[in-house]
């Protein structure tokens, strides 16, 4: 069990750029979350997969952002034409479906938009 | 849905004093309520979690916490804490088995 990876760690890129973020879960784990967090604040809730299947957005997921679980394995979170207001850390953390609230986080993507 | 508020954003103490992290969560029929942990420059961890059954439940360094259902609230408390256990500390909860809703937090720095 090598835990939550999520790459990059860390990115910079300029304002109008799309930038892709990956997670890889727990691999027994059929679920799959996205939270984004920014200095002093709590995690905010994005969306979330049961394997495949996107079952909830958040009204902040704007139709700038896409979020995927293609194999019910891992996932991609992608920003189109960013915007300084993006730059957070992005968070992806997986459960498993009978365990409710037992997230398993991983490290972050730092996103600065600049 | 689920609100969590965190009465407090920063909480000073001196190692071996006693410290409370306050936490109250919006009302709702049934509700499972979590403390996560996040130490410097790591991912956020479970630190314990109350689903049902006793309403008091514990971690295994030391914290507990208390669902006091009449008051809304699920405090996290430690009688004496070390140096160690500077970090950030979120509550949370939800109400169904879908997703987690944060509180924005509270920064615990313990000092000597």
């Known amino acids: 069990d090598t835990g939550v990876s999520q790459n990059p760690r860390h990115k910079i890129t300029k304002r109008g750029q799309n930038v892709t973020f990956r997670c890889d879960p727990i691999?027994?784990?059929?679920?799959l979350y996205w939270y984004r967090q920014t200095l002093g604040q709590g995690p905010e809730f994005l969306t979330y997969?049961?394997?495949?299947?996107?079952?909830?957005k958040s009204r902040l997921l704007s139709d700038r952002f896409s979020a995927e679980r293609p194999k019910g394995s891992f996932s991609t979170l992608e920003i189109q034409r960013t915007e300084q207001g993006d730059s957070a850390m992005y968070l992806c953390?997986?459960?498993?479906?009978?365990?409710?609230?037992?997230?398993?986080f991983g490290e972050g993507s730092r996103l600065t938009v600049l | 849905a689920q609100s969590v508020t965190q009465l407090d954003s920063q909480v000073p103490v001196f190692e071996e004093a006693p410290v409370e992290l306050r936490c109250n969560y919006s009302?709702?029929?049934?509700?499972?309520l979590f403390w996560y942990v996040q130490y410097p420059n790591q991912g956020l961890q479970l630190l314990l979690k109350?689903?049902?059954?006793?309403?008091l439940v514990e971690s295994i360094n030391g914290f507990e916490a208390e669902f006091n259902k009449s008051q809304t609230s699920f405090h996290l408390r430690k009688p004496s804490v070390h140096i160690s256990d500077t970090a950030e500390y979120f509550c949370a909860a939800t109400d169904s088995w879908g997703k987690l809703q944060f509180g924005a937090g509270t920064q615990v720095v313990v000092t000597p």
């Open positions: 691999s027994e784990h059929n679920r």
């Open positions: 997969f049961q394997n495949e299947a996107q079952l909830e």
């Open positions: 953390a997986s459960s498993l479906l009978g365990s409710p609230g037992e997230l398993f």
């Open positions: 009302s709702s029929v049934s509700v499972y």
């Open positions: 109350y689903l049902s059954g006793s309403t």
